[in-house]
């Protein structure tokens, strides 16, 4: 007859957990214990407990002493309870499931946001009644298709949690029922993951087998969840709480039995339904019902690397399931050393990792694990090799110490100095915290755990391979984006890859300028062209402007010999007024064609700023000369003309009063010859 015993048989992590911490409490008691209800749901176990001394209440107002130490169990409790027992001044032992935990925290924070709670699971289970406690008792709780038929019609958001050991396929169920009764729904799939394993693994077994025994206490949900499953494929399944309950077993007409159990169930009690059963057995058996549960449990050495699957977490720990008995701790400063490692945004439920056994039995039954010992210890490898062969490392810098850096790669820390952390100078090495680095392995020693790397090396090759790449595609007119490097009074040297570049500040806008700044400033993406190269000397003679920004770009088609524009006077000389016709486009208007009177010098009838209009009479692009007449659009008038004569007559000797208009004559309390001394 073969036996097949499921590995998830027995405690599950939340279960031994609490059991632990109450036998513990138990071995040296200084005070009463307490448990608020049974701590598991197994009768065998809560007996044991109470043998040792604890007492199993409902109410807190049962303890009468002053002093004491509750033990929360594995199922949780409301929030109530918890102030109760502080402002009774009773210590506390929380050993409720990370799990349960993990949904209590979860069910706080969206009732706050307004949610309204969903759970699907039995309202009469203490886990279910706790998570309700959590949300102020107002949650909906339905575990079947017509309790959700009975749900009042809502415009609320909808958040749906689990009950941890529900079945996969009722909550598939429940949440098709939900989603077309609700409009707005966020679902939480909170069934344990241990309690997922189990039943997938029972229902696997139960498919196979003759006989199916399914250990647990008559009160345990996912006991009863786990007959209902082997039920539906084996229809000789038993649920049995102790060895006085295992039915009698025709070993001749059943070849196979698979043995599982509940969360709930210990390992002693398992074994004494594998000694009772073992009596049914016959001596041709090569294996004995014990010899098949103990080899089916995977066994550990301090040491040893295995394979394990994330089963739940907090902020502290990282509970890790690999097939033993008992599910692993991982403390988290033995997960990472990332300060700003946060384990909801980067865990999976069911995600496999690889850990180093640090205990086997802390003590407590736990089993220690180190994730960064896995990575340390290969990590050495990488570092050796990398060393070897003068490869890059991706390293994420930690610290900032006197004289460089530490950085970690693959669970390694390298010091990297200042003077190897850049190609050029850095004043604060603070600018590098947190920052990924490509570091090359510079020195290395194993035995000392001395490890120095390099950034600067393998920013000093790329620049030089990049350079060469430069030179060898450079070319006269081939334009290159780069990077302004430097400002200088003569212009700005630009980084096109490794190679420097001098865009002369002539070369820098099509207008005139006093300094680079004015156009680009440090750290400015830039494209360039090409003007000028010596490969020998390594000079590069760049262009910045644009020739479409020419203010001349396709001026012959805007002006031609003819046109009347308007101007506006930017300068003025001995022969002439220069004036503007566009941005960067001046023309001359010569003196004979400012006024139809003759005049000493232009400032006799014009002033910088004005604007007049004027015909174009001369035109040369290629000299870029545009001549330009004012009187012939516009002939002077009379006030501009008696000035024309007073400029004429002084030109000539004479004097001439200028006419002052009659609006202005009695304000004015200065002599004509005043203003005509002032003209002059």
């Not at 930690?398 to 970690?408: D, L, P, Q, R, Y």
């Amino acid at each position: 007859m073969e036996i097949i015993v499921a590995k998830t048989a027995g405690f599950c992590f939340g279960v031994n957990n609490a059991v632990n911490l109450a036998m513990k409490l138990l071995e040296n008691p200084e005070e009463p214990i307490y448990t608020i209800g049974p701590i598991i749901h197994n009768e065998q176990v809560v007996k044991q407990l109470e043998e040792k001394g604890a007492r199993v209440i409902e109410d807190i107002e049962e303890i009468s002493s002053p002093s004491g130490n509750v033990v929360i169990r594995a199922h949780g409790v409301v929030p109530e309870i918890y102030g109760k027992l502080q402002e009774k001044g009773i210590k506390i032992t929380d050993a409720t499931c990370p799990y349960v935990k993990k949904i209590l925290k979860l069910v706080e924070e969206k009732h706050k946001e307004g949610c309204r709670i969903v759970i699907v699971g039995d309202r009469d289970h203490p886990e279910v009644k706790g998570i309700n406690g959590w949300c102020g008792n107002a949650a909906y709780i339905v575990d079947s298709a017509e309790d959700v038929d009975r749900l009042p019609e809502s415009t609320e958001k909808m958040c749906v949690v689990a009950q941890t050991t529900i079945t996969k396929e009722k909550w598939e169920k429940i949440n098709n029922y939900l989603k077309n009764k609700f409009d707005k729904i966020i679902k939480f799939d909170t069934i344990c993951n241990a309690t997922s394993k189990r039943q997938e693994e029972a229902r696997e077994i139960a498919k196979n087998v003759d006989m199916m025994i399914v250990l647990g206490g008559n009160n345990s949900s996912n006991t009863q969840k786990l007959y209902e499953i082997c039920k539906m494929n084996c229809t000789e399944t038993y649920k049995v709480e102790t060895s006085e309950d295992l039915p009698p077993i025709n070993t001749k007409k059943i070849k196979k039995i698979g043995i599982t159990a509940g969360a709930s169930t210990p390992d002693w009690v398992i074994e004494e339904v594998i000694k009772k059963m073992s009596e049914f057995n016959t001596q041709e058996n090569e294996m004995s019902f014990k010899e098949a549960f103990e080899s089916s449990l995977v066994t550990l050495e301090t040491g040893q690397i295995v394979t394990g699957k994330i089963i739940g977490f907090n902020n502290s720990e990282v509970y890790v399931d690999m097939g033993f008995k008992s599910d692993g701790i991982i403390k988290m400063e033995e997960f990472t050393d990332d300060p700003d490692f946060k384990p909801e945004a980067s865990l999976k439920i069911g995600e496999e990792i690889q850990v180093f056994v640090v205990r086997v039995n802390d003590g407590e039954g736990n089993v220690l694990l180190s994730k960064k010992k896995v990575e340390a210890i290969k990590g050495w490898d990488k570092i050796e090799e990398a060393f070897e062969n003068k490869t890059a490392l991706k390293a994420k810098v930690v610290e900032i110490t006197n004289g460089g850096v530490i950085a970690n790669a693959s669970g390694i820390r390298i010091f990297i100095p200042a003077s190897q952390i850049s190609d050029r100078y850095v004043k604060d090495l603070n600018e590098f915290q947190k920052q990924t680095l490509n570091v090359r392995i510079i020195e290395y020693n194993k035995q000392k755990r001395k490890v120095v790397g390099s950034q600067r090396v393998i920013l000093e090759e790329e620049k030089a391979k990049q350079a060469n790449d430069v030179w060898d595609m450079i070319e006269t007119g081939k334009k290159f984006n780069g990077v302004v490097k430097s400002l200088t009074d003569f212009g700005a040297f630009v980084d096109i890859g490794g190679v420097d570049g001098l865009i002369h500040v002539s070369e820098l806008a099509w207008t005139k300028i006093k300094h680079p700044s004015e156009v680009l400033k440090v750290g400015d993406s830039v494209e360039v062209t090409i003007n000028e190269f010596d490969k020998d000397k390594k000079r590069i003679s760049l262009g910045y402007r644009k020739a479409e920004e020419n203010p001349w770009y396709k001026a012959d088609e805007r002006f031609k010999v003819g046109d009347i524009i308007k101007v506006k006077v930017v300068r003025m000389v001995p022969f002439g007024a220069f004036v503007e016709l566009g941005k960067g486009i001046d023309g001359l208007v010569h003196i004979s064609q400012i006024s139809n009177v003759r005049i000493a010098k232009p400032g006799d009838v014009l002033e910088i700023g004005m604007e007049v209009e004027a015909k174009i009479t001369e035109f040369n692009m290629e000299t870029k000369k545009i001549g330009l007449s004012i009187k012939e659009v516009n002939p002077i008038d009379p006030v501009n003309t008696k000035n024309a004569e007073a400029a004429e007559a002084k030109a000539e000797g004479q004097k001439v009063e200028p006419e002052v208009p009659e609006e202005h004559k009695e304000d004015m309390d200065v002599s004509i010859g005043d203003i005509i001394n002032k003209q002059e």
